[in-house]
């Protein structure tokens, strides 16, 4: 199953590595460093799935989801929230505010691919690109 999946992520290392990962297990990716540019590219293309930091400098993971979820166009991606923090109730917290999943880094290769996947929904027609 390709999917279409845009990877916002301020540090790069981890949107290399997740970029990497994901490749290899044939997707396509899209990637930001930053949420504006983030959103943009999720109206612009339409991805099956949003990888999104939570902290990150100008529009925040929170602040993209709301955005996202504001969009008609939007609205039905999932967002999995990938973030450094691991306190209790994160994770609830997370889900509350609307993200399909959440993720704790760093990355761990062997399981990233799979939990990833495991969010995917069957291949629907999606949108097609906007023309910039």
């Given at each position: ?21 994901l ?25 099956d ?7 990150m ?9 709301s ?16 973030t ?26 062997e ?22």
């Open positions: 199953m390709r999917a279409r999946i845009l990877v916002i992520e301020d540090n790069a290392a981890n949107l290399e590595l997740a970029r990497y990962l490749c290899a297990a044939g997707h396509e990716v899209l990637a930001a460093t930053d949420g504006h540019a983030g959103l943009l590219l999720a109206q612009q293309q339409h991805p799935l949003v990888i999104s930091d939570l902290q400098p100008g529009l925040d993971g929170y602040a993209l989801l955005a996202l979820q504001q969009d008609p166009g939007c609205q039905h991606i999932p967002v999995l929230a990938l450094a923090s691991s306190m209790p109730g994160d994770r609830e917290t997370v889900i509350r505010a609307g993200f399909r999943a959440y993720m704790s880094k760093p990355i761990e290769p399981m990233f691919v799979g939990e990833i996947e495991s969010l995917l929904e069957p291949a629907k027609p999606r949108a097609p690109p906007r023309a910039s």
